[in-house]
């Protein structure tokens, strides 16, 4: 099964990286449990992996309600330009922003979509003033806030699934 057009893979390197997304800390050993090859086997796999750019790094998920930042805010930001100088400025600002967990260029109506984790309400007006309203290029921010988390993955269950869905 190749579902990479990028990537020659096959069932055992997609498994290998379905236990990986779901536990990057899991263990060659572990790895080789449930994969049904050698822990060298899969050592030398995982290293092809990272080196053909599968994996691109390890992270801990952390639960960041717990640290302080409970508020999550989805803004979408419209520019006055959309000049290459003018989206690379604003990229190259946004970069710099401390609050931003996300930020994408998208197509629609709007330019970015930017992703915040804040501590409150009032956290947000001190990002907003701070960090947002300072941005060049901006015409319009708009803010919405994130009521309730329903889903949050950060690989989608589609990339381990072949045609047939399972």
């Known amino acids: 099964m190749v579902k990479s057009e ?8 997609y498994r290998i990286l379905q236990e990986l997304s779901a536990d990057g800390r ?8 449930k994969t049904n090859l050698s822990a060298t086997a899969v050592a030398r796999r995982r290293k092809s992996l990272e080196e053909r750019g599968a994996v691109l790094s390890y992270s801990a998920n952390l639960n960041l309600p717990k640290l302080g930042y409970g508020v ?50 009032e956290d947000y007006d001190r990002v907003y003033r701070r960090e947002l309203s300072t941005l060049p290029h ?29």
């Open 138 to 166: 901006v015409a319009r921010i708009r803010s919405s806030f994130v009521l309730r988390e329903v889903a949050r993955r950060g690989t989608p269950p589609v990339v381990f699934m072949d045609e047939a869905g399972s």
């Open 72 to 121: 999550v805010v989805m803004v979408s930001i419209e520019l006055n330009s959309q000049a290459e100088k003018a989206l690379n400025e604003f990229e190259r600002e946004v970069i710099k922003c401390p609050s931003i967990s996300y930020c994408g260029f998208i197509s629609g109506d709007t330019d970015f979509l930017i992703m915040l984790n804040v501590e409150s309400f």
């Open 6 to 13: 990028q990537l020659d893979l096959d069932d055992v390197d």
């Open 26 to 33: 899991a263990s060659d050993v572990w790895l080789a449990e």
